[in-house]
Structure formats: structure tokens, C-alpha cells
């Protein structure tokens, strides 16, 4: 498990590191772990999805609704970032406690959905995740 837990707050990444961040779906960068993501990692303002500068977005609140989303759609999202670091493997992928801050979800209900990265190498999650995941298996 060494290396594949991120560890604490993120301030520096290495050249080939990504930080993974919860992110509303318009995109506004403008608390938690995204405001760190925009101001210091270059995610970009208006992307809700996906890789830009050092970071990858992870949408878990809406603001068109009461603002909170469906566990399912915030799994999709997972799922497709899974996807994504698996033809990336020269990258390494530091996930934060995505939709365990502002988003108010629980480490049960999101960690289980990271399962999957008990057998990828190139990313490493939060201890919470971690304990979380391993109480599902």
C-alpha cells in the first residue's frame, strides 16, 4: 500500500503527477481542493471533466438542483477517470477525498466506487478511501 496513499495536503506535484480533484458541473473552481486545483495546478475554469494542466476533475455537486448529485452519476465520472489513468500509466494519479468535503458525501458511499484501483499502480487515494474500500471487500 506504500505509495498509494496521498498523503496529506497537497502543495508541490512532480512533473508526471496529477492531482484529482471533486468538481462542480459548471466548472467554478472555487473551493475546497478545486480552488487549490485552478489557482496552484492549472485546472482550467468552465471544465467540469477531465484532465487540464496538472489536475483531472471529478464532478460531485450540481448546482442546477439542490446540489447534491446521484451517487450513480458521480460514479460514471469514476469509472471514466479509471478509464483514463489506464492509458496513462506514465502519469501517476493523487486523488483527493473527492465529494467528502463540500460535496457532504460519506468516505463509504464515494470509496468503494475507487475499488477498482486496488490493482492499478499509477494512483494513490486517501487513507479513508482506503479503509473504506477494504471494509467493501
Same mark, same amino acid.
Given at each position: 500500500?506504500?505509495?498509494? /496513499?496521498? /498523503?496529506?495536503?497537497?502543495t508541490?506535484? %512532480? @512533473?508526471?503527477?496529477?492531482?484529482?480533484?471533486? @468538481? +462542480?458541473?459548471?466548472?467554478?473552481?472555487?473551493?475546497?481542493? &478545486?480552488? /487549490? &486545483?485552478?489557482?496552484?495546478?492549472?485546472a482550467?475554469?468552465?471544465?467540469?471533466?477531465?484532465?487540464? #494542466?496538472?489536475?483531472?476533475?471529478?464532478?460531485?455537486?450540481?448546482?442546477?438542483?439542490?446540489?447534491?448529485?446521484?451517487?450513480?452519476?458521480?460514479?460514471m465520472?469514476?469509472?471514466?477517470?479509471?478509464?483514463?489513468? %489506464?492509458?496513462?500509466?506514465?502519469? %501517476?494519479?493523487?486523488?483527493? &477525498? /473527492? #465529494?467528502? #468535503?463540500i460535496? #457532504?458525501?460519506?468516505?463509504?458511499?464515494?470509496?468503494?466506487m475507487? @475499488?477498482?484501483?486496488?490493482f492499478?499502480?499509477?494512483?494513490?487515494l486517501?487513507?479513508?478511501?482506503?479503509? +473504506?474500500? %477494504? +471494509?467493501?471487500?
Amino acid at each position: 500500500m506504500k505509495g498509494k /496513499i496521498t /498523503i496529506g495536503e497537497i502543495t508541490n506535484l %512532480k @512533473s508526471h503527477e496529477i492531482f484529482v480533484f471533486g @468538481s +462542480n458541473m459548471q466548472g467554478e473552481h472555487v473551493g475546497g481542493a &478545486a480552488k /487549490i &486545483a485552478h489557482e496552484k495546478f492549472g485546472a482550467d475554469w468552465g471544465m467540469e471533466e477531465g484532465e487540464s #494542466g496538472q489536475t483531472y476533475a471529478i464532478p460531485t455537486v450540481d448546482f442546477t438542483s439542490d446540489g447534491r448529485m446521484e451517487l450513480e452519476d458521480i460514479k460514471m465520472f469514476v469509472q471514466r477517470f479509471i478509464e483514463h489513468v %489506464k492509458v496513462n500509466q506514465n502519469k %501517476k494519479y493523487i486523488v483527493t &477525498a /473527492i #465529494g467528502c #468535503g463540500i460535496a #457532504g458525501f460519506e468516505y463509504s458511499e464515494i470509496a468503494p466506487m475507487f @475499488s477498482e484501483c486496488l490493482f492499478i499502480g499509477n494512483v494513490s487515494l486517501p487513507k479513508e478511501f482506503w479503509d +473504506n474500500i %477494504k +471494509n467493501v471487500n
